[in-house]
Every structure is written in structure tokens, then in C-alpha cells.
């Protein structure tokens, strides 16, 4: 692991980490440990680390960097049709060095190039798909081209299969591996994405995680993924709109799963364990951010499963 510049990380003592999303909910839960008698440094009471995004802004990201070990986690598409720029290599680059973060992570990217985040969740034409080779070309070309220039390793980010055009191909399971193959990078196995894009590719969940190189996997994305119809009714609406877009390359109706970044149930804790029982993950990154109460109560029965104490480790 690289060392950081301001806070120290802690030392993995054979289990992974824990973080949690670097949240005004995540860091009011710290403070507020940190009161507690018989807490530790807040780093140590909930999580072991924090995971941030440029989508915070560099003042937000110092801040925090002054006070935990951070774990950065990119907003870039990989996909686009030309290489990444030098503004954009320095750009990622000077967010590794903000953050302080030992190893970093993208998207792995989409079917459609030049896509940022938000605009994958818009429908477009099925004519801007790109087929599988150029969009595999497109993302092993950009991401060792990234992972070259940086002084941190890669991992690359399994998405969920989002009902349109920019989510075809790049889910399934042989294009993720064929990817992490081409570009060197390993893997971030996000187990509600992988949730999701079984559901609808029509794979049992374990069968499509097993297909995926469990040996290159360093960090695992936990959130509850839910049915398109537990979901609010305004989302339910544009995704539907999204989904009849693809209609001829996929079927999708109320129960498929959408990723929601709800709260963990008792199917995504089983999934984990499952996991962790066929890969070592450096870290376990919590992706739920909504109220405080149930991401405490998350983080403490991952705590358990992983075995992690809420003393330092080293
Ligand atoms: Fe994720």
C-alpha cells in the first residue's frame, strides 16, 4: 500500500478494511463515536477508512484528508472513442494526490463513447451503441493509458445493467473479464451491481459473480439494490421510459432490480459472505448514505462478520 501524505492507513491485519461514503451523515456518526467513552479515534470507532469522489470538490476532500485515510473512487468514462487527454490525466492525478488514496477506482465504462455518469442514465438511439470490440478497444486503450500515468493501481468497477443503450454488452460477465484481462487492472466487484445485471442478463446471481476473475477482486460496493417497484414512483417512471428503448434486447418489468443504494438486507449479507469465502478483498466500501441510525447499524454487523475490533490494529 502507498503511504498517504497527512493520515496514516491503517494496517490490514488479514481482514479487509471498512469504509463508508465521506458523507455529512458519515462524519456527523464519526464525531459523534469519537464523544463516546471507551471509543477510539474516530477513525478506528465505525470504519477504518473513507471513500470520496472529485464529485465533492477539492475543498470538501481536503478537509477530510486532514482527518481520515481516504479511498478515491473516479467519475471518468473510459469509453470515449479518444484517448484521455493530458488535462485529463493531470486532473485524475491531482485527485489521487489531494486524497492521499492507496489505490483508486473507474467505471469500468459504457457501450455508447463520451458518455459522462448522468448521461448513461438517459435513453440514446440503439445506433450509438458501439459494437463489443471498439467499446472493449475504446476502455483497454483509456484505462492503461490512466493506470499507466498514475502512481496508484487501477480497479476497475463492474457496472449495473441500467434498462438502455449505454448498458448493453459492457455487464456481461465475459466483457468485464476480457477487459481486467486487456488492461492488467483488477477488479472492484460491486455486489449490487452484480445483483442487478444477473437479474436482468438472466443469470443466477452466484453463477454471474463466478464468472468474473474472483481472484483479481481488492474491493468490494455493498448497497440494497431493490425491485423497479419498491422504488419512488417518479424514478420507477424514467427508468420504464429507458427501458423501452431496449425492449428487443432485454425484458424488464416491476421486479427486476434497479440499484437503489438502500439499506442492506439479509440477501445482500449472505451474497457478501459467500464472496468473502472466494476472494480477499483489501476493502469493503459501504455504499448506503442515507440516514445515520440504520448506516451504524450496517456498518457494525459487517464489522462483525469481518471480524474487525474497534481497537487499531497496528
Ligand atoms: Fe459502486
Redesign the pocket.
Known sequence: MHARATTSWPCPDGRPLLGANGTEAMTALLAQDDGRPGAGHQAQALVDYMKVGPFMGREAIGALAREYPLLL?LDDTLSGDAPLSEETLARIEGWVRLSGTPWTSAHIGFAVADVTLDQALISQPLSQVLGRERALGNIVRNATQLARRLPVPLLL?NLPLFPNAAHLLICEPDFVSDALEATGCDL?L?L??AQVSADILGYEVHDYISRLPLNRVREL?L?GPRPLGEIDPQRQAIILDNARTVAEHLSFDEESLVDAHGSLRDVDYALLEWTLARTRPWAI?L?YFRDPDALRSQLLRLAHIIGRSTTPAC
Open positions: 473512487h468497477e472492484l460491486d449490487a451491481h460496493h448497497s466500501s455504499e
